[in-house]
T-cell receptor
Framework: GAGVSQSPSNKVTEKGKDVELRCDPI?????LYWYRQSLGQGLEFLIY????????KSGLPSDRFSAERTGGSVSTLTIQRTQQEDSAVYLC???????????FGPGTRLTVT | GNSVTQMEGPVTLSEEAFLTINCTYT??????LFWYVQYPGEGLQLLLK?????DKGSNKGFEATYRKETTSFHLEKGSVQVSDSAVYFC??????????FGKGNQVVVIP
C-alpha cells in the first residue's frame, strides 16, 4: 500500500521567503508527526497532530513555524521568513492512534540560501 | 527530561564482524525503546523495538535488550553484511508517542 509521501522532495529558497512543506500520511492514520533532521541538532520533534488538532506543538523552534492538518489527512508545515538555520531535512511520520509504530516519509530537504 | 545518547562517531568494520552500537537513555516513566535505520537514499525505517524492561527486540539478525537497571538498549548483530551499511538511530517514545532520537551512528561495512 501507499506509504507516507512528502512534497517537494527538495526545496531551495532565499533567506526571508516563506515555504510550505506537505505531508500525505498513510490512509486511516490519525496521528501525524513532524520532525527535523539537521547536522547540528540531529533528529528533533516539531509537532504532533491527532486528527486535525495539534495537542503538542512544543517542538516548534520559533513563531515563524506553524502547521495545520485538514480532513484528518494532509498536513502542511509552513516556515515564514526563512533563515539559514532552517536548512534541514523535514520528516513527516504517521501512525494509528496510540503507542504504535510511526511510518516515516522520505523527507523534504530544505536549503535556505 | 527524556533523551537518548549514542556512542560518538562512525563505525567501520569488516564483513562478518560483530557489531555493537551503544545506546543509553534518560526518561521519566517507562518509555518504549526503538532502533531505526536509514539506508542510503531512503527514509527512516523501524528496525526493532521493545516496550518494557527485559524485552528483547529482534529483526534481520539484529537484537537489543531493554535494560532498565543500566538504562541501556544496545544494538548488536553477530555477523554484519555490506548491505547493513546505514545510519542507525536509537530512540524512545514518551508523551503523545513522540520520539526522542539519539544522534545516530553511521555504520560502514567493508567487504
Amino acid at each position: 500500500g501507499a506509504g507516507v509521501s512528502q512534497s517537494p522532495s527538495n526545496k531551495v529558497t532565499e533567506k526571508g521567503k516563506d515555504v510550505e512543506l506537505r505531508c500525505d500520511p498513510i490512509s486511516g492514520h490519525t496521528a501525524l508527526y513532524w520532525y527535523r533532521q539537521s547536522l547540528g541538532q540531529g533528529l528533533e520533534f516539531l509537532i504532533y497532530f491527532q486528527g486535525n488538532s495539534a495537542p503538542d506543538k512544543s517542538g516548534l523552534p520559533s513563531d515563524r513555524f506553524s502547521a495545520e492538518r485538514t480532513g484528518g489527512s494532509v498536513s502542511t508545515l509552513t516556515i515564514q521568513r526563512t533563515q539559514q538555520e532552517d536548512s534541514a531535512v523535514y520528516l513527516c511520520a504517521s501512525s494509528p492512534a496510540g503507542p504504535y509504530e510511526q511510518y516515516f516519509g522520505p523527507g523534504t530537504r530544505l536549503t535556505v540560501t | 527530561g527524556n533523551s537518548v545518547t549514542q556512542m560518538e562517531g562512525p563505525v567501520t568494520l569488516s564483513e562478518e564482524a560483530f557489531l555493537t552500537i551503544n545506546c543509553t537513555y534518560t526518561a521519566t516513566g517507562y518509555p518504549s525503546l526503538f532502533w531505526y535505520v536509514q539506508y542510503p537514499g531512503e527514509g527512516l525505517q523501524l528496525l526493532l523495538k521493545a516496550t518494557k524492561a527485559d524485552d528483547k527486540g529482534s529483526n534481520k539478525g539484529f537484537e537489543a535488550t531493554y535494560r532498565k537497571e543500566t538504562t541501556s538498549f544496545h544494538l548488536e548483530k553477530g555477523s554484519v553484511q555490506v548491505s547493513d551499511s546505514a545510519v542507525y538511530f536509537c530512540a524512545l517514545s514518551y508523551g503523545n508517542n513522540r520520539l526522542a532520537f539519539g544522534k545516530g551512528n553511521q555504520v560502514v561495512v567493508i567487504p
